[in-house]
């Protein structure tokens, strides 16, 4: 299994040349990829062609990823039906990024699937966690997600938030850590 495999199925991977040349192999080419979603004056339709060549699928015709958008890797993102992904989003997706039908981004909202170990001899070490945005998730502005947390069904998660732990469907979540204040209405 190679080291994407390995990071997509999520766990311990130990930084070495030999593991990951596959890795900054696949970020250099996709980095070409994403300067030219966010340097080029394209129309929706030619992004989303972008973005599917970024994520390495066709990107529904019914969601809209905004420019600028910026990945560690890009190709560990999968996004279904009716999302919208607002501008300057940044997704470390290397642990995988899953982000359900009719799910709304705001603009900066950070979805990271990567740490390091905590020990000084360990932080070559890269530990990923797969990201899972259910169906008609919120994202306020600025919003930063950690590894391994999925975002419940129906959940609005509040502006500048940072969300540590799961979200229970049909939640309201704010603050760093996020905490739930009530449950969405209607």
Same mark, same amino acid.
């Not at 560990?76 to 607002?86: D, L, Q, R």
């Not at 990923?128 to 169906?135: A, C, L, M, Y």
């Given at each position: 299994?190679?080291?994407?495999?390995?990071?997509?199925?999520?766990?311990?991977?130990?930084?070495?040349?030999?593991?990951?040349?596959?890795?900054?192999?696949?970020? @250099?080419?996709?980095?070409? %990829?994403?300067?030219?979603? *966010?340097?080029? *004056?394209?129309?929706?339709?030619?992004?989303? @062609?972008?973005?599917?060549?970024?994520?390495?699928?066709?990107? #529904?015709?019914?969601?809209?990823?905004?420019?600028?958008?910026?990945?560690?890797?890009?190709?560990?993102?999968?996004?279904?039906?009716?999302?919208?992904?607002?501008?300057?989003?940044?997704?470390?997706?290397?642990?995988?990024?899953?982000?359900?039908?009719?799910?709304?981004?705001?603009?900066?909202?950070?979805?990271?699937?990567?740490?390091?170990?905590?020990? #000084?001899?360990?932080?070559?070490?890269?530990?990923?966690?797969?990201?899972? %945005? @259910?169906?008609?998730?919120?994202?306020?502005?600025?919003?930063?997600?950690?590894?391994?947390?999925? %975002?419940?069904?129906?959940?609005?998660?509040?502006?500048?938030?940072?969300?540590?732990?799961? +979200?229970?469907?049909?939640?309201?979540?704010?603050?760093?850590?996020?905490?739930? %204040?009530?449950? +969405?209405?209607?």
């Amino acid at each position: 299994m190679n080291a994407l495999d390995k990071a997509l199925k999520g766990g311990v991977l130990n930084y070495s040349e030999a593991d990951f040349k596959l890795v900054d192999q696949t970020v @250099e080419k996709n980095t070409q %990829i994403i300067n030219k979603i *966010n340097y080029q *004056n394209n129309t929706i339709d030619e992004r989303r @062609e972008l973005f599917s060549r970024l994520f390495g699928y066709q990107v #529904p015709s019914t969601s809209d990823i905004k420019a600028p958008f910026n990945a560690d890797l890009g190709c560990h993102t999968f996004v279904k039906e009716n999302v919208f992904i607002n501008k300057d989003c940044f997704f470390m997706d290397l642990g995988g990024i899953w982000i359900d039908e009719g799910a709304k981004l705001g603009p900066r909202v950070s979805l990271i699937t990567v740490n390091h170990g905590e020990a #000084p001899t360990e932080r070559r070490t890269l530990i990923t966690k797969s990201i899972h %945005i @259910e169906k008609n998730v919120w994202l306020g502005t600025g919003v930063t997600v950690l590894p391994g947390v999925t %975002i419940g069904e129906n959940s609005i998660v509040g502006a500048a938030s940072v969300v540590t732990k799961d +979200v229970a469907p049909n939640s309201v979540v704010v603050g760093s850590p996020a905490r739930k %204040i009530r449950n +969405v209405r209607g």
